[in-house]
C-alpha cells in the first residue's frame, strides 16, 4: 500500500524559509514523478511545484517560481520543497502527490496517491 507522509509545516514570519518533506512507502519510487499542491480554506486544491521521475525536469506555478524550488533523493524515497521569501498568500495546507506516469504533472487529476497534508502558515 503506498503512503505519503509530509512534514515540515508550521508557522513562520512573512519573508522566512520553509522545507518541507515528503517521504514516500514506494518500492518503485524512483519511476514515480512527484508533485506539490496546496490548498487554503475555500479555495481549490492548487499546483506549485512537480519533479520528473528521474529529477530532470520541474514545473513551478507562477506564484512560486523563484521562491520555491523542489527536489528529490530517490535513495531516501523522499521529495523536498524548499519555500524561500514566504507570503501571507503562501498559507495553505501542502499536499505531496505521486504520478506513475514519469512525466512532470500539473494537474492534480493526474495524480495517483495523495498524502494527508502539512499546514503552512505565514505570519504578516
Known amino acids: 500500500q503506498v503512503q505519503l507522509v509530509e512534514s515540515g509545516g508550521g508557522l513562520v514570519q512573512a519573508g522566512g524559509s520553509l522545507r518541507l518533506s515528503c517521504a514516500a512507502s514506494i518500492r518503485t519510487f524512483r519511476t514515480y514523478s512527484m508533485g506539490w499542491f496546496r490548498q487554503a480554506p475555500g479555495k481549490e486544491r492548487e499546483f506549485v511545484a512537480a519533479i520528473s521521475w528521474s529529477g530532470g525536469s520541474t514545473s513551478y506555478a507562477d506564484s512560486v517560481k523563484g521562491r520555491f524550488t523542489i527536489s528529490r533523493g530517490n535513495a531516501l524515497n523522499t521529495v523536498y520543497l524548499q519555500m524561500n521569501s514566504l507570503k501571507p498568500e503562501d498559507t495553505a495546507v501542502y499536499y505531496c502527490?505521486?504520478?506513475?506516469?514519469?512525466?512532470?504533472?500539473?494537474?492534480?487529476?493526474?495524480?495517483?496517491?495523495w498524502g494527508q497534508g502539512t499546514q503552512v502558515t505565514v505570519s504578516s
Open positions: 502527490a505521486a504520478d506513475r506516469s514519469r512525466l512532470v504533472a500539473t494537474t492534480t487529476l493526474e495524480y495517483d496517491y
